[in-house]
């Protein structure tokens, strides 16, 4: 083999310029798939992390995912009796027997689960109405399944117990309103419930919609605001191994249900358009790294058809067909790991060079700067993809050179 | 009392017919033993080269078969070919074909370092003495493009003996000589066969073909004559 090695460098070598075109080819594709993919990795890791930090991951509400049956229905199933203009029974919304349901949850191993109730109420400050989601929640219990503890800028998150009708606004709302902790808001559920809120504190999540139109009370609080005593329309739910989300939604519903929302059916939005940018990404490097297979397979053949004496005079010499394949394979892989060993230095260098970068613009989410993975995985996954498409560029050229018959060669030589 | 010895080489009937039709080489019947030094001769597309290819193991016959050292090569697989060609053959061709991004000396060690019979330190041994033998061991360092033509061709032998083959193949190694070295060349092939290896020339010029010990004269792909020059 060390032979067939020394041979394949020493006709490498003779098309120098050639050989180095390839190899920067292949570089170029295995340097931009890496910065590329680490670039939007980066940027969807991050975007699914706060989403995961900020959101519940799983949540129970108080719907059902489909109408439920009427009465007239049950009646009279597949009868010839069409009743039409029924209206559906006027129930109370809530989740019934909340307190059951959590304690059953709770006692799930790696589950950790808060009742909430959410309710619409305009925030007023002197002339400023502006309308907000308060999620009247338990402290203790909430500071289980949410980031909200770490992402208080102002304020902590107990402060809620210890002020009369207390608040926390996200800050983005908190702007908008024009207030500060101290302040005091009038809040005004549909109901028709007004209740002077205090300012106790202030988040940023890092989300926009979250930071400009939340807030959180207590879950008492926010029952009286809302006018709905004693209901829970919301278990939020957080689990030990985010990705068991969605196998227990399905089936936490089908014991109880309620709708129950997995965090990626929450964002299922957001994670097609990942699926969708990641086909692209990997088809625009895909393209670079199947462009540069051409060069591989270019310089193998032009090698291959220069070399058609010396592989006659290997094949009169005693080398086997599986030889000469080997060596014009071998060929074609040093390329290929040449390639992907620089693009790999390149590919480093343009994230760290990448890194470097400030916008210097602070965004909402508290970033000017790329969001950047650096996974040897990626480098993995870019060195075999260039590596697996020389060799496959190689192989055709490889092959034809093991079938030239000596013959043939050295009588036309001749 | 024991067999006689199997000849080295031995042709039976060989015929080699090419799809289209055209008969390269028709029905040859020869034996060459050990140590012969044959010249094969005729006229241009006489078969010669053909012949050569044949019995070298390059290419297969359509009829009839070839026995090397008494074994039957006809059901032998391409690999097992390859091997026999490695072990026991050496070629030479008109042109050299000495791989040019190597030294005279690499050249002469790649059969050796495919083979592997002998480690590297012993192999280098060996290759500067088959080229010191040859008045190569100044040049053994060499690029083939900064030998001249005698010292290429001179190169390949050392090459096509590297293993030290039973049965050296020459196909008209002198085409591409002038005079001098081609007479250099003979003497080499003499020297070859004078110390027990079979060697066996094709060559159109009969007054180098003289001195071998054994004429084979073919026309139109058959045997018109074998026996002393």
């Given at each position: 083999m060390k032979l067939l090695l020394d041979l394949a460098r020493g006709m490498l070598a003779r098309r120098r310029r050639q050989t180095l075109v390839s190899v920067a080819g292949v570089a170029l594709g295995v340097a931009f798939f890496i910065a590329i993919a680490a670039l939007m990795r980066g940027f969807q890791g991050y975007f699914i992390s706060q989403i995961i930090d900020v959101a519940p991951h799983i949540t129970v509400k108080d719907e059902l995912r489909a109408p439920p049956r009427q009465a007239a229905e049950l009646a009279h199933p597949g009868g010839a009796v069409t009743v039409s203009g029924v209206k559906p029974r006027d129930r109370v919304r809530g989740i019934r027997a909340a307190g059951d349901k959590l304690a059953m949850l709770e006692a799930m191993p790696g589950v950790a689960a808060a009742p909430l109730l959410t309710g619409q109420a305009l925030l007023r400050y002197g002339a400023r109405d502006v309308s907000a989601t308060l999620l009247g929640i338990e402290p203790a219990r909430q500071a289980r399944v949410s980031n909200i503890g770490k992402d208080m800028i102002e304020g902590r998150l107990e402060d809620l117990r210890a002020t009369a009708n207390g608040v926390i606004l996200g800050a983005g709302l908190a702007q908008r309103l024009g207030v500060r902790v101290g302040d005091t808001v009038s809040a005004v559920s549909p109901a028709g419930t007004v209740l002077p809120m205090r300012v106790t504190g202030l988040f940023r999540t890092g989300l926009t919609a979250l930071d400009n139109a939340q807030g959180y009370t207590l879950l008492k609080v926010n029952q009286v605001l809302q006018n709905r005593p004693n209901v829970v329309n919301q278990i939020h739910i957080r689990l030990r191994d985010v990705t068991r989300a969605e196998p227990l939604a399905r089936q936490i519903e089908a014991r109880f249900g309620d709708r129950t929302e997995s965090w990626e059916e929450q964002n299922a939005n957001f994670l097609t358009v990942f699926v969708i940018q990641n086909a692209v990404m990997y088809s625009v490097t895909g393209a670079i790294l199947l462009v540069a297979a051409f060069g591989i397979y270019n310089i193998v053949s032009t090698v291959v058809f220069e070399k058609t004496r010396d592989i006659a005079i290997l094949k009169s010499l005693g080398f086997t067909e599986r030889d000469i394949q080997l060596l014009f394979l071998a060929q074609g892989l040093a390329v290929g790991l040449l390639g992907a060993a620089l693009g790999c230095a390149l590919g480093a260098l343009m994230i760290e060079g990448l890194a470097q970068i400030r916008f210097g613009v602070e965004t909402p989410a508290g970033q000017d700067r790329f969001m950047l993975v650096r996974d040897w995985r990626i480098y993995a996954a870019a060195s075999l993809f260039a590596v697996a498409a020389a060799g496959i560029a190689a192989v055709i050229p490889a092959r034809r050179a093991a079938r030239l018959d000596p013959v043939q060669v050295v009588r036309g030589a001749a | 009392m024991s067999a006689p010895a199997p000849p080295l080489l031995a042709a039976e009937g060989v015929t080699r017919r090419l799809p289209e039709g055209v008969t390269l080489v028709s029905d040859v019947t020869l034996a060459v033993g050990r140590g012969e030094f044959v010249a094969v001769t005729g006229p241009s597309g006489s078969g010669k080269s053909s012949l050569l290819y044949l019995l070298g193991l390059l290419d297969r016959p359509s009829e009839g078969r070839i026995l090397l050292e008494g074994r039957d090569t006809a059901g032998l697989d391409g690999e097992a070919l390859a091997a026999l060609r490695l072990a026991r053959i050496g070629f030479v061709f008109q042109?050299?074909?000495?791989?040019?991004?190597?030294s005279a000396l690499d050249n002469v060690l790649v059969p050796m370092r495919r083979l592997g019979r002998l480690p590297l330190v012993e192999a280098r041994r060996r290759a500067l003495a088959l080229l010191e033998a040859l008045g190569m061991r100044e040049a053994a360092g060499k690029l083939p493009e900064q030998l001249s033509g005698g010292m290429r061709q001179r190169a390949a032998i050392a090459r096509a003996l590297a293993n030290d083959p039973a049965l050296l193949l020459a196909d008209e190694p002198t085409g591409n000589l002038d005079t001098r070295n081609a007479a250099a060349v003979f003497d080499i092939f003499a020297g070859l066969a004078a110390e027990g290896r079979t060697v066996i020339v094709v060559t159109h010029d009969l007054a180098l073909a003289g001195r071998a010990r054994r004429r084979v004269h073919l026309v139109d792909g058959r045997v018109v004559s074998d026996g002393p020059p």
């Open positions: - | 042109f050299h074909f000495l791989l040019p991004e190597f």
